[in-house]
């Protein structure tokens, strides 16, 4: 049977020349980058060059990246971080509706604890209204959290502009821009942001690897305690495979980034295309203007995207589901709810999303499957549109 992956944004394979890299740094190059002798100097020499490797593809500095484990702890850090620097100066934070779990749980933390949060809505393409940013800025903001592309709909906001607001009130702005590496250019001069996430295991890297980028000069509290590294910002013994394997998935994603723009974007509209041209009833959701160029949201309508995951499944083929229903929770996605997408049609829905190693075969294979699965289940479902509902 055909293996099609089609999860990109969920995780990346670690490409070969990655792999490459980190060998050495488990066995003959395992020093500890703190230690003063030739062993600890060449793995430390190893974390500054993935440093200037990772700085490179964002536009900074080198001292303007600081490693950890993921894009997660890099949100957590960002956020709490600010909050505790600046506890003194206000409680207001400003983030949107539709943020990654390691933003919003960080910021219901925060709520128990007596900040109070501003959720910004997003409009029918899948972006924040600027003003509704505006007016909702009080003299006791001290944040603005506003996530570069989202990782279920995969739309761009305007980075750009939100910062220029934010520096205009003197407030920080911070980005989760785990989705935006390596697929959108980044430029964090350009752009002006004062903190931004980053990830490795979506840029083709190793997992439990991340950085959060701290604008040169701006001053936060720390949020893991304990040694000195990382400019004794960030303790804990660096991993240093993973940050050798993050600085080369970096370099690779700066180097190769215009084909693989190329690429991803041309097999994500013909997915896209023959979906909605071949399959009734469906709907793209999100604007395809300024997207990830991988990403394919689409509600298939009377059915259930949990139905079609398993069954696809079933013919070697990953995708995940736009609602987050686990054993735990059935909760429909935060991301659709927050675009206008009706409950039942948001059960109906999935994304799919491309990478370096899809091919135009496997997008066939995806779609020939997908029409016989959806007609299928369109025959089964009580709720089909001829049964009158
Ligand atoms: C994957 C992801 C994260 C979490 O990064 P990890 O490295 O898996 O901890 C955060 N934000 C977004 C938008 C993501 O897609």
């Known amino acids: 049977m055909r293996n099609v992956y089609l999860d990109y944004s969920a995780t990346t394979p670690v490409k070969e020349e990655v792999l490459k890299e980190m060998i050495p740094y ?9 230690s003063l002798y030739d062993k600890g100097l060449e793995a430390k020499d190893a974390v500054n060059h993935a440093r200037e490797q990772v700085a490179a593809l964002i536009n900074a500095e080198p001292r303007e990246v600081f490693f950890t484990a993921g894009g997660t702890e890099a949100d957590n850090w960002a956020v709490f971080g600010v909050c505790d620097k600046l506890k003194e100066k206000g409680n207001h934070i400003i983030t949107t509706k539709i943020e990654h779990h390691a933003m919003l749980h960080s910021c219901d933390f925060l709520e128990k604890q007596g900040f109070d949060v501003t959720y910004l809505d997003i409009d029918k393409d899948g972006r924040v209204d600027l003003d509704q940013l505006k007016n909702s800025i009080t003299d006791k903001t001290i944040l603005i959290s506003v996530m570069m592309i989202n990782n279920e709909i995969g739309t761009l906001q305007p980075i750009k502009e939100i910062a220029e607001i934010a520096k205009a009130h003197k407030i920080i702005f911070h980005t989760d821009a785990v989705q935006a590496l390596g697929n959108v250019p980044i430029d964090v001069k350009e752009l002006g942001v004062d903190l931004m996430s ?12 991340g950085a959060l980028f701290i604008r040169k000069g701006l001053r936060i509290s720390n949020y893991l305690h304990g040694g000195a590294q990382e400019s004794g910002r960030r303790a804990g013994t660096e991993n240093l495979t993973g940050i050798v394997g993050f600085g080369k998935a970096a370099e690779l994603a700066r180097v190769h980034f215009d084909e693989h723009v190329k690429h991803c974007s041309e097999l994500r509209n013909y997915l896209v295309d023959r979906v909605l041209k071949e399959i009734p009833d469906t709907i793209l959701n999100g604007t395809m203007d300024g997207r990830h160029p991988g990403n394919a949201n689409i509600t298939f309508k009377y059915i259930e995207g949990e139905s079609i995951l398993l069954l696809l ?34 059960h109906g829905t999935v994304r799919f999303t491309v990478g370096d190693f899809t091919t135009k075969e496997d997008i066939d294979y995806v779609v020939d499957s997908l029409k016989n699965i959806v007609t299928k289940l369109r025959e089964l479902s009580p709720i089909n549109e001829k049964k009158g509902w």
Do not use: D, R
Request: aromatic share 8%; hydrophobic share 30%.
């Open 26 to 34: 488990f066995t003959e190059k395992f020093g500890n980058p703190s």
């Open 198 to 209: 980053m990830s490795s295991h979506k840029i083709y890297g190793p997992k439990g690897e």
């Open 313 to 346: 499944n079933q013919f070697g083929i990953s995708v995940s589901t736009g609602s987050a229903c686990s054993s735990k929770s059935l909760e429909p996605s935060h991301v659709l709810t927050a675009l206008g997408v009706p409950v039942e049609m948001i």
